[in-house]
């Protein structure tokens, strides 16, 4: 059974800092992952994928895997309020055409 | 581009009754559609994976005489729920892919999801 584990939180952090969010997975032969944002009441909506070691950037966003770790992490540069989420990691259950094994999210909240 | 929609949003139906929900893909052809359910406070669930024209594939613990998925086209998938009971409250969440959907081939585009309350 994979697993993805996150930290439940809730995480706060102020207005314009940076927010850092961990995951691990305990399948070593995931290769690729995804980061979710979902605000309350509403389905999870695609932020970043990386597939390859070190970081990709898209905007005020930065994927970070580490495979050898087994670790994946985001960070949101220049937090803003309406970032306020809870962050849902998630890697392939398995190949072929399954769906994906989620963490159980990590619940985020920017101070103004 | 890669929008997925779902009907309906919200449904209350009485125990013992039988609920679809229909997911469908707008602007892509899904050749696979997934269907999740997600308890309060809690992460998303697989419960089954559906190609379409085959048969779904349900997760373990996942009764498939009691969620009946057809995936009868590229674009449309229904999850009936059969034999409510509160305990089948929850929200469900589809989700798409597709070889035109955009991003890379394991990235799934989610429906905004259905609220199923079971009184």
């Known amino acids: 059974q994979k697993e993805v584990e996150q930290n439940s939180g809730p995480l706060s952090v102020p207005e314009g800092a940076i927010a850092s969010l961990n995951c691990t997975y305990s399948?070593?032969?995931?290769?690729?992952f995804f980061w979710y944002r979902q605000y309350s009441g509403k389905s999870p909506e695609l932020i970043m994928s990386?597939?390859?070691?070190g970081d990709k950037e898209d905007g005020r966003f930065t994927a970070q895997l580490n495979k050898a770790s087994q670790y994946v992490s985001l960070l949101i540069r220049d937090s803003q309020p309406s970032d306020s989420a809870t962050y849902l990691c998630?890697?392939?259950?398995?190949?072929?055409?399954?769906?994906?094994?989620f963490g159980k999210g990590t619940h985020l909240i920017i101070q103004p | 581009g890669a929008v997925v929609s779902q009907h309906p949003s919200r449904v209350i139906c009485k125990s013992g009754t039988s609920v679809k929900i229909e997911c469908r893909s707008l602007?892509?052809?899904?050749?696979?559609m997934f269907w999740y359910r997600q308890f309060p406070k809690q992460s998303l669930m697989l419960m089954a994976t559906?190609?379409?024209?085959?048969?779904?594939?349900?997760e373990q613990g996942v009764e498939k005489d009691k969620f009946l998925i057809n995936h009868a086209s590229l674009t449309l998938s229904t999850l009936t729920v059969t034999s409510a009971h509160p305990e089948d409250s929850s929200f469900y969440i589809c989700?798409?892919?597709?070889?035109?959907?955009?991003?890379?081939?394991?990235?799934?585009?989610f429906g905004p999801g259905t609220r199923l309350t079971v009184l």
């Open positions: 989700s798409a892919r597709g070889p035109l959907a955009g991003g890379s081939y394991n990235e799934q585009f």
């Open positions: 399948d070593r032969v995931s290769q690729s």
């Open positions: 990386i597939y390859s070691n």
């Open positions: 998630a890697a392939p259950s398995g190949g072929g055409a399954d769906g994906l094994t």
């Open positions: 602007d892509f052809q899904a050749t696979t």
């Open positions: 559906s190609n379409e024209g085959s048969k779904a594939t349900y």
